[in-house]
């Protein structure tokens, strides 16, 4: 159920059958010469969408803008600052738990979220307001993503390539598959330390073009088959969370013995 498309008495009616809500995220930034800059958020909205058009649950609006400073030398990046972006998810988490949610997935399409999305979910676990977590669809399928591609990538790579030819294939250059891999990067994870350390900060450091992988390798039918495998883990993820008690969720009383109240 997409919640943009309802009315407030339809909505009404499912308030006492549901509690949960999933949240699509993602990011406006460069991803190459040939990919959109809403790739992220367009790749969370479809999986999220997907997932419970299946199920019945509630999907919200995407949250399109997401911390990616890193991505700014990039014309139209569009970014917002950490505690920005974690205040104003909580936030609307909060309205979330207001009309009666109490578990909520972040399905989340960028990686610079993550942190930031569990710090969000661990402030509202602590209080008791909600169960919230993040979910990666990249993540959730990493060894078909090895399987179906010999340099994935991490960004703007042919995972991402792939995913977009599927979801909305008149958005992809198809004549600059050959331009972002040449111009880009092949990721080397070692590269990224030097004695231990971890010593680049943006991706221009690391890719002239801000991409990484073989675009190349990408298909619509590889995207397809990558979309349906997240959308089943996704799936499954939210039938899990929907049947687990909310008791067992939230956080546990303290070992005893339990310190005095101060009072």
């Known amino acids: ?52 058009d299946r199920t019945g649950f509630l999907c919200t609006p995407p949250l399109p803008i997401g911390v990616s400073s890193h991505h700014r030398q990039f014309h139209g990046t569009m970014w917002v600052e950490p505690p920005v972006f974690r205040d104003f998810v ?5 309205n979330l738990t207001y009309h009666g949610i109490d578990r909520i997935v972040y399905v989340n399409a960028h990686g ?38 010999e340099t994935p ?9 792939a995913m977009i030819m599927h979801i909305a294939e008149e958005l992809v250059r198809k004549d600059r598959l050959e331009d972002a891999r040449d111009g880009g990067a092949t990721f080397d994870y070692d590269a990224e330390r030097v004695h231990g ?3 680049f900060y943006d991706a221009v450091e690391n890719s002239p073009n801000g991409v990484f992988g073989d675009q190349t390798d990408a298909t619509p039918e ?34 005893e013995p339990r310190p005095r109240d101060g009072s």
């Open 90 to 94: 909580e936030s609307f988490s909060r």
């Open 1 to 52: 159920m997409y919640l943009p498309h309802r009315t407030w008495p339809e909505l009404a009616e499912r308030v006492d059958e549901e509690s949960l809500a999933v949240v699509p995220l993602g990011s406006t930034e460069q991803h190459g010469p040939h990919l959109p800059e809403g790739t992220d958020y367009l790749i969370a909205e479809a999986l999220a969408r997907e997932a419970v």
């Open 112 to 149: 610079g979220n993550v942190s930031h999305l569990r710090e969000v979910g661990r402030r509202l676990h602590e209080d008791g307001t909600a169960y919230a977590i993040e979910w990666m669809w990249d993540e959730s399928i990493p060894d078909l993503i090895e399987e179906v591609f």
């Open 222 to 255: 590889v995207g397809a088959e990558l979309f349906e495998a997240a959308t089943d883990q996704l799936v499954a993820l939210l039938e899990w969370l929907d049947e687990r008690p909310l008791e067992g969720l939230l956080p546990d009383s303290h070992v």
């Open 197 to 199: 350390a971890t010593t």
């Open 153 to 161: 990538g991490p960004h703007g790579g042919p995972k991402e390539t």
